[in-house]
């Protein structure tokens, strides 16, 4: 059984930094697509930004050169490092995992249901607040 288990989330300052966790356990596919989608209420889940098993991310246009991702295959860990943030950062943050590096862009998934169509486990999220 695979499981996320996202940490890290909290309030900041217009321009300010957090960096958020994604505990992994259970996952034992050799490819994957793995990363980071967030959502406000009432919107749609978006794709954030991916990682794939050759280590290849990906980034939406509206995070590009702000947030980073990472992974550490030791401690089986996957990181967001959010800098420069934006009111319209705003949203619960969700950790996402998927079998194959196939479609493992983050500009393909913009809409809930292509999400959770490509990822079948996802994390309980974790809040992140952007305050200008």
């Known amino acids: 059984q695979v499981h996320l288990v996202e940490s890290g989330g909290g309030s900041v300052q217009a321009g300010g930094s957090l960096r958020i966790s994604c505990a992994i356990s259970?996952?034992?596919?050799?490819?994957?697509?793995m990363g980071w989608f967030r959502q406000t209420p009432g919107k749609e889940r978006e794709g954030v930004t991916l990682?794939?098993?050759?280590?290849?991310?990906t980034y939406a246009d509206s995070v590009k050169g702000r947030f980073t991702i990472s992974k550490d295959n030791v401690e089986n860990t996957l990181y967001l490092q959010l800098n420069s943030l934006k009111p319209e950062d705003t949203a619960m943050y969700y950790c996402?995992?998927?079998?194959?590096?196939?479609?493992?862009?983050?500009?393909?998934?913009?809409?809930?249901?292509?999400?959770?169509?490509?990822?079948?486990?996802w994390g309980q999220g974790t809040q992140v607040t952007v305050s200008s």
């Open positions: 259970g996952y034992t596919g050799r490819d994957y697509c």
């Open positions: 996402a995992a998927g079998d194959s590096n196939l479609f493992c862009r983050a500009t393909y998934y913009s809409d809930s249901d292509s999400a959770k169509k490509r990822f079948p486990h």
């Open positions: 990682i794939d098993s050759d280590g290849i991310p």
